[in-house]
């Protein structure tokens, strides 16, 4: 009992054990989620984590609020408000009317309608891209008489392959640009090189062709065409083209003549998101309210919480001390560093999630490429490391319907339409799925920078 105690009493195991509760509390529970980690940091402050013994809370608060990266909640959060004025614009159901309507089988509109969920969510969140593009899966589905399951499955899936390949995607890829350094061209071409967008790519022509031969390629009959949705307005789809333009320009400005690119990047989504919301005040003050209050201050809340876990088990050596471990089992095989850090990152976000496990590995894997190169400046294995980790924690969730928001939401769906859906009868489809999109891009990653 008293090695417990004296053990709890290390900082260390302090920091270790708040992160795990929290953890285990977002990975079973839908609600009060950034209630519960902002609890456990202000238990790891009050403890003095934060700071030195000679300083007190408010010194630690401020070191804690240092240590926090506003520019990708700035990017995140006016992203998320863009991405709803889109959706409101019902832009995105036309997009996917137009695709049914080229594609002659409903096999082949279910895929076309999956690529397309694939698309829209390198710019919107996962969860949303699911509920655009859900209807129109269903629809499918019944105009032939048959189960919508591999469809909203599929569907699923599919929206959490892009989130990967851009900056704005999904919480993940901010986090990697903000360990690396990284802007939003970055993700297309890093260093002279093919950065994650197109590895991403690789793996989307692999995941694409499984879903037709093992799943869609049965539905032969002929699709009836819809009739087209009439978009309220297209302002919002050239105010997102407008955000993403402005990302990509201030990305190449020289940052001495722009101090502070990255905050650059934030304050463009976030001038993008206020002109959105002024530009919708035209529709009445209630209507713009209920339009922002749709907006998922839960995630930025819950990713800004993220970090200050994280940065407590940075300071406290916990980070160092795991990839110790990792770097005494790999030696100097890089290879094999590598392809641990990406299959391990698959198992681990089938059934956790992969914001928080991003967050924490992170700093880790750099630290192994450290330590494998001798050097704390970026190098390609820093980057390998770093791709490696976004590829398996982010893909990784397609394997069961507990991995990915998306997938419960779909898997939600399906009950509310009177299918209850398994975990293995998911797995089945996910599995596959995401060995087929897994593999591809990992060596693609690998051939770019082992």
Request: overall charge positive; some cysteine.
């Given at each position: 009992?008293?090695?417990l105690?004296?053990?709890?009493g ?27 980690l ?24 401020g ?11 700035m ?36 895929l ?17 891209t ?15 008489k ?23 995607g ?32 690789m ?25 087209m ?7 919002p ?32 989504c ?14 009445g003050?209630?209507?713009t ?7 998922d ?38 290879f ?8 391990m ?9 992969n ?5 924490v590995?992170?700093?880790t ?44 939401v ?5 009950r ?35």
């Amino acid at each position: 009992m008293q090695a417990l105690v004296d053990a709890l009493g290390e900082p260390r195991n302090q920091a270790l054990l708040v992160f795990l509760v929290a953890y285990v509390y977002i990975c079973a529970a839908r609600k009060f989620r950034a209630t519960v980690l902002w609890a456990g940091v202000l238990v790891l402050l009050l403890l003095g984590i934060y700071q030195p013994a000679s300083e007190g809370v408010f010194s630690g608060a401020g070191r804690l609020l240092r240590n926090i990266n506003w520019t990708v909640l700035m990017i995140l959060a006016g992203a998320m408000a863009v991405a709803e004025l889109f959706i409101l614009s019902r832009v995105p159901v036309l997009l996917a009317d137009v695709i049914v309507k080229h594609l002659k089988t409903v096999g082949g509109a279910a895929l076309g309608v999956c690529a397309m969920a694939s698309f829209l969510s390198a710019f919107i969140d996962n969860v949303t891209t699911v509920l655009i593009v859900a209807p129109v899966a269903i629809e499918l589905a019944r105009r032939l008489k048959v189960s919508p399951v591999p469809f909203i499955i599929g569907l699923a899936i599919s929206s959490n392959l892009q989130g990967t390949a851009t900056l704005i995607g999904d919480p993940p890829s901010l986090i990697l640009a903000d360990g690396l350094g990284l802007n939003f061209l970055d993700f297309f071409f890093y260093r002279g090189r093919l950065g994650i967008f197109w590895a991403v790519q690789m793996g989307a022509i692999g995941s694409m062709l499984a879903l037709w031969v093992l799943f869609f390629r049965k539905y032969k009959g002929p699709v009836a065409k819809p009739e087209m949705v009439k978009p309220t307005s297209w302002f919002p789809t050239v105010l997102l083209i407008g955000m993403v333009v402005g990302l990509i320009i201030v990305s190449q400005v020289p940052d001495h003549i722009l101090h502070g690119g990255q905050f650059a990047s934030g304050a463009v989504c976030m001038l993008a998101a206020a002109v959105g919301v002024v530009w919708h005040m035209k529709r009445g003050v209630k209507r713009t309210l209920s339009m922002i209050l749709k907006v998922d201050f839960q995630t930025v809340a819950m990713l800004a919480a993220i970090f200050a876990l994280a940065f407590a088990l940075e300071r406290t050596g916990f980070i160092n001390q795991i990839a110790g471990w990792i770097t005494g089992v790999v030696g100097a095989n890089k290879f094999l560093a590598f392809t641990i850090i990406v299959w391990m990152s698959v198992v681990f976000s089938a059934f956790i999630d992969n914001v928080p496990y991003t967050a924490v590995m992170l700093p880790t894997v750099l630290e192994i490429a450290s330590k494998m190169e001798g050097a704390s400046t970026f190098t390609d294995t820093h980057i390998l490391f770093a791709f490696g980790l976004l590829v398996g924690a982010c893909l990784g969730g397609n394997i069961s319907p507990v991995g990915a928001a998306a997938n419960i939401v779909g898997v939600g769906l399906l009950r509310k339409g009177g299918h209850d859906i398994g975990f293995w009868k998911f797995v089945r489809m996910g599995l596959p799925f995401t060995i087929a999109a897994t593999v591809p891009t990992y060596l693609f990653v690998w051939w770019m920078w082992g």
